[in-house]
């Protein structure tokens, strides 16, 4: 078993306090003092661990990204039926809070990120790539099963869901209120059924 | 005629020169120097016309999203039916960049506003307010014209539009690369003619 050292746990946990400061923030809007309130260190106990305050930026958004998909990605095998697996991905995206405070970070992030400052944004291309991808070999595995209309494009499926449940968040956070995620959940649902699901004939 | 004074005049090419720096780098992320270099002018001569960074990022955001409003309205009149008026948008949403460097105004302050700062919180929730009952509108004008299936809620229709593009947008500016938002508008086209559309028989 790998030790690990005490350098390590405490790397970890500067991510892990720096995290919701950054999501919710965002890297510009993330003061040092913010950072050494959050993690309890002075600037040189923060910087002992990290060159810059862009790594430890980067760092956070990968634990905070880790941390969505984690309560995003459903509980139930995609082999089970990619429309209920689908479906239940679309309802946990909206039922279930990121564990990190202040929403989505790759919404977050991008926004923040699309204008300069590669090295995140390199970070959160990546996972919108990993996230886009992993719907998408979902809809293309049921397809080779039979469970999918043979003309359907599995990358537009993907993208089209995560499109609109990110631009529903956005949309979401800043009415107060989950109006806007349940219409699109409802049109979400209704698209797989009656587009993307072979027929029951 | 009312005149337009002098400092009323300085006001305005301030409010134009800040609006791309706002829409590029974010509130927090538009230093005074960055907005003195865009103006031209120093500190003083700024804040003699604003009473804080907030006013001016405030009224920037309104600026850059009537300027983004008036690319992505269509020039034809939604009379003339809002299947086609509709689809007319999403293309000039798509086709057109917003004349105000940075992207849309209001994905991009919707996400640094959504946890915190009050002032550009209400205006850009005023903004998607203003941009849904528009959408909405449109949608249940044609209802009473008898255009649209009467089982459709113009809301609905309205929401998931304004989504799919916001959040196709985000993901089309991270992979610089419009695929995302042509495989939403191919969506969203063909749900206003199979499923919103009044079928004709």
Same mark, same amino acid.
């Given at each position: ?46 910087? #002992? ?20 998909? #984690? ?57 919108? #790539? ?18 999918? #209309? ?52």
């Amino acid at each position: 078993m790998k030790k690990t050292t005490k350098g390590q746990q405490t790397r970890r946990r500067i991510v892990a306090e720096a995290a919701p400061i950054f999501n919710q923030r965002g890297y510009e809007g993330s003061s040092l003092a913010d950072l050494m309130k959050a993690t309890g260190l002075e600037k040189g106990g923060i910087y #002992r661990h990290f060159s810059s305050k862009e790594e430890l930026a980067a760092e956070a958004f990968d634990y905070t990204w880790a941390e969505a998909r #984690r309560v995003r990605l459903p509980d139930i095998d995609s082999e089970s039926g990619a429309i209920t697996w689908l479906k239940a991905l679309i309802a946990n995206f909206i039922d279930r809070r990121c564990p990190v405070a202040g929403g989505c970070p790759l919404l977050n992030t991008a926004i923040e990120a699309d204008d300069g400052n590669p090295i995140l944004r390199a970070r959160v291309s990546k996972a919108l #790539r990993g996230w886009v991808a992993r719907l998408q070999t979902v809809v293309a595995d049921a397809a080779a099963r039979g469970e999918i #209309r043979p003309d359907i494009d599995p990358k537009s499926v993907a993208v089209l869901v995560v499109a609109a449940l990110e631009g529903g968040l956005m949309m979401t956070r800043l009415e107060r209120s989950d109006e806007t995620l349940r219409r699109v959940q409802e049109h979400l649902n209704r698209y797989l059924d009656t587009e993307v699901a072979m027929s029951k004939v």
